[in-house]
């Protein structure tokens, strides 16, 4: 990792980082603690909605024993006018050790990230449609629970590709990793962006070859006025239908980041099938934001080796 306070972008892990990440979360998971060598403080930012990311980040911290300081956007004093970064100032001058921040802003941290003076251990919690390092790592912690390994595996990301920095997160790592993708859903989403990743295919032609079928949410929030497609078109074109489902080989598992649109990305008798791993991932997340926030607070010794 270049800048070992901040876990921004996947960019910044090499493969044994990410591998010993996911060691350490396996071993949370497993029951596995750490010490700390004096009271650590933690808040979390969010400036988009989120159930999962934020409550998962919050529990993580709560289960690694840092008191956790409240932190509403829209009573903030960003409501009026202050800067992303003067807030974060702001919170690292009273005390706070440790955020996880959400931003609409793609590279909303690369200001921060050049100012000598900021020191805060930080998580992105996503920041618009760039990255999202912590899901990407708990979707690796579940893919690897699953296979064992990464390399020669077949992953398959579909849906709304170009609005969706889980997809950019992820088909970096994988590549990286040695898994071979595949990227499907409506064709004017697959940007110039994701050619050096894998090649765009439809759904039904790769099913019965894929490890893993990777689903996107639609992202309504982000499409210009007139990107128009019904839920119901989107589904039988694109989504993972009871059909398409029973064409995967059984050893074959799903992921969605959630939150999931049922009858839309995915059928909504599949959420919660055999093969999904959807809420085990969130289950995970716990765990890999642990290992993530350990691994920033040893960087400022706040952790007992």
């Known amino acids: 990792m270049t800048n070992q306070t901040v876990i921004v972008s996947v960019e910044q892990l090499t493969n044994s980082s990410v591998l010993n ?38 529990m993580a911290e709560r289960k ?16 009026k006018g ?12 009273i005390g706070v050790d440790f955020v996880a921040v959400r931003h609409p802003q793609n590279n909303y941290y690369d200001d921060l990230l050049a100012d000598p003076a900021f020191h805060l251990a930080l998580a992105n919690g996503g920041d618009g449609s760039g990255q999202h390092p912590s899901q990407c790592l708990l979707d690796m912690m579940t893919i690897h629970e699953e296979f064992g390994h990464f390399d020669g595996l077949k992953v398959v990301i579909c849906g709304d590709l170009r609005h969706s920095r889980v997809a950019k997160s992820n088909m970096q790592l994988l ?15 697959f940007t110039a962006e994701f050619n050096d990743y894998g090649q765009h295919v439809t759904l039904d032609s790769i099913l019965d070859q894929v490890d893993v079928v990777m689903l996107l949410r639609i992202q309504h929030e982000r499409f210009d006025s007139a990107e128009t497609m019904t839920d ?28 999931v649109n049922r009858d839309v990305e995915i059928a909504d008798e599949l959420v919660e099938a ?6 085990k991932q969130m289950h995970n997340g716990v ?18 080796d």
């Open 21 to 58: 990440l996911i060691e350490r979360a396996e071993a949370f998971k497993q029951g596995a603690t750490c010490e700390l060598t004096r009271p650590v403080y933690a808040m979390n930012l969010f400036f988009e909605n989120s159930t999962r990311t934020k409550t998962s980040f919050e």
């Open 64 to 79: 690694l024993g840092l008191s956790v300081m409240s932190f509403e956007a829209e009573t903030s004093s960003v409501s």
């Open 82 to 93: 202050e800067t992303l970064s003067d807030t974060l100032k702001t919170v690292q001058a």
């Open 175 to 189: 590549k990286r990793l040695g898994a071979q993708l595949y990227f499907a859903g409506p064709e004017e989403w």
């Open 232 to 259: 119901e078109a989107f589904h039988v074109k694109y989504g993972l239908t009871a059909q398409r489902a029973a064409q995967l080989k059984a050893s074959t598992i799903w992921l969605h980041p959630a939150p």
């Open 274 to 279: 055999p093969q999904s791993r959807i809420f």
């Open 287 to 304: 765990f890999m934001r642990m290992a993530m926030i350990e691994y920033l607070l040893k960087q400022k010794n706040l952790i007992k």
